[in-house]
């Protein structure tokens, strides 16, 4: 560094140091010495960020110091639903006249009618970072300047902004995160053309758009989009429109973080949009050691999470860009179809989820080397299938690479445990061959009620009696089968090691069975 210029270290410095931590950088680098603080105090690159709540001194001091270069103008207050007070309108009057030096503009406060005219229908020729997530009380839509610098960050929240989607202001984006816009969503050839233009994106954060459920006006064929850049592609509640056309045309070789909380049913209607999102997930899914598979029959949907838990991470934008681009891994959660009329809407719900097993989980599980936790709910008590070899078998069938299995509250367990403790014919090829169902499972656990604790004990006996620490000795694998055809990738079958049985009595007991001890109650 001593042999750097130093108004190129100062340059290098004041771009690479974001305006949010500008005010804490500027403390640290002025206590090196003398030196460091006359550069920093007389450098207008480090005196870019305007923050309305702070006071009018700090406002005119900064503008002093920084006559003609980039303002950042920022209004996110600790809390959400604060008015800005008349002494934040004076600095709001004070900076709207040097709109032309903008390079960042973020309200993720309460907009008034009059902020809004100051500070959003204004010609910004320089801005690059649009981020509006506050409320707007007043009425009518805010206008855009339309004329200016191409943004690289867009993120809007429930307001309503009239944006022109088709303008040169929305190419070459690194961010767009859109949510609940009230002013106006673009249409499919819209958003295809800005991501076209866009092949440095690196977060596509979308959720709550308008859509009619039973109209989907045809949308024509559109060509492939790659996205090299992309890490994070977040979805959800969109028109099935929109989620056909992410998943047959991006191509992003580089994403690491996928959230798709409802895969529409329209989607199953032709399966290569699955296929494609199998395409998708095999970045996220080499970034995780452990996957959880839920099947919920109560409500005929099946998710797949990363986490410990299926329940979904909830969208957020005021979650910083940089922290939601570091999140590694994927929850999808199949879309339940609405029964107005009940007329058959189980059946086709447990088809929708049949076609997602073998459309899309067996091919983009079938070659990854992660643990697989298995889980089927029913929190429904009165919930019956009609079949239980439907949803369950095909699971147990098409994702044999299962570590820890787990059958959770109301249940039944005498639709699982029989099938595991004999080999199932399966088609590998031209012919028949007695396979074992979850090869590779090592742990189970049971929740049971006492009524048939009798009959769950029996057959988890059966099932120790043929799969305990000899399991499958010189017996055919599927995976293995599979292996000598070129389909997949052979695991060594496992022998059962521990087994948990939760009692629903007044007062909870569990039973615990292991490899070494056996039986044991808890």
């Not at 699955?274 to 095999?282: N, R």
């Not at 199949?334 to 989980?361: C, K, M, W, Y």
Request: glycine share 6%; with cysteine; charged share 20%.
């Amino acid at each position: 560094m001593d042999t750097i210029p130093t108004e190129i270290l100062l340059h290098i410095l004041g771009f690479s140091i974001p305006y949010k931590r500008q005010r804490r950088v500027r403390k640290s680098l002025s206590r090196v010495c003398h030196f460091w603080r006359t550069a920093i105090y007389g450098n207008p690159l480090f005196w870019t960020e305007v923050r309305l709540h702070r006071s009018i001194e700090e406002l005119q001091g900064l503008l002093r110091r920084n006559p003609d270069g980039p303002l950042d103008i920022v209004w996110a207050p600790s809390n959400s639903s604060k008015f800005i007070n008349n002494a934040g309108m004076r600095k709001v009057a004070m900076i709207s006249p040097q709109s032309h030096r903008w390079r960042s503009l973020v309200l993720a406060g309460m907009i008034s009618h009059e902020m809004a005219a100051q500070l959003i229908d204004v010609p910004t020729p320089r801005l690059i970072n649009l981020n509006i997530v506050g409320f707007y009380y007043g009425h009518g839509k805010l206008a855009f300047s339309r004329a200016g610098a191409a943004l690289r960050e867009l993120t809007l929240g429930r307001i309503a902004l009239d944006i022109d989607w088709e303008g040169p202001r929305l190419t070459g984006l690194r961010y767009l995160r859109v949510h609940g816009p009230t002013g106006g969503e673009p249409t499919v050839e819209e958003l295809h053309a800005i991501l076209s233009s866009s092949p440095g994106l690196e977060i596509l954060d979308l959720s709550y758009w308008s859509f009619m459920v039973y109209y989907e006006p045809h949308v024509k064929e559109l060509g492939p989009v790659l996205l090299p850049s992309l890490t994070t592609l977040a979805v959800k509640e969109v028109p099935p429109r929109f989620l056909r056309m992410l998943l047959s045309c991006v191509q992003a070789p580089n994403c690491r973080y996928i959230r798709l909380p409802t895969i529409s049913h329209v989607l199953f209607q032709d399966n290569h949009p699955l296929g494609e999102l199998g395409k998708l997930c095999q970045g996220p899914l080499s970034t995780i050691p452990r996957l959880l598979i839920c099947y919920d029959r109560a409500t005929e949907t099946c998710t797949i999470t990363h986490r410990g838990t299926d329940f979904e991470p909830q969208p957020d934008t005021r979650e910083s860009p940089v922290k939601l681009a570091k999140r590694r891994g994927i929850y999808l959660r199949t879309e339940r179809i609405p029964d107005p009329s009940g007329h058959d809407i189980p059946q086709l719900n447990q088809a929708r989820v049949r076609i997602f097993i073998q459309e899309f989980i067996q091919p983009a599980l079938r070659n990854l080397k992660i643990e697989i936790q298995l889980e089927l709910r029913n929190i429904w008590p009165q919930v019956t299938s009609p079949s239980p070899k439907s949803v369950v078998a095909e699971l147990l069938l098409h994702v044999p690479q299962v570590k820890h299995l787990r059958i959770c509250s109301h249940f039944d367990p005498m639709e699982v445990i029989p099938f595991l403790s004999v080999c199932q014919p399966i088609q590998t090829g031209a012919k028949l061959e007695l396979c074992w169902l979850v090869p590779l499972m090592e742990t189970l656990t049971v929740a049971c009620d006492p009524k048939n604790q009798s009959a769950v004990l029996e057959s988890l006996n059966n099932m120790i009696s043929k799969r305990g620490s000899h399991v499958h000795r010189g017996v055919t694998t599927a995976s293995r089968q599979a292996n000598e055809r070129g389909e997949g990738t052979f695991q060594p079958p496992r022998a059962l090691k521990h087994i948990v049985v939760q009692y629903r009595n007044e007062v909870p007991t569990q039973m615990q069975w292991d490899s070494t001890q056996g039986w044991r109650t808890c």
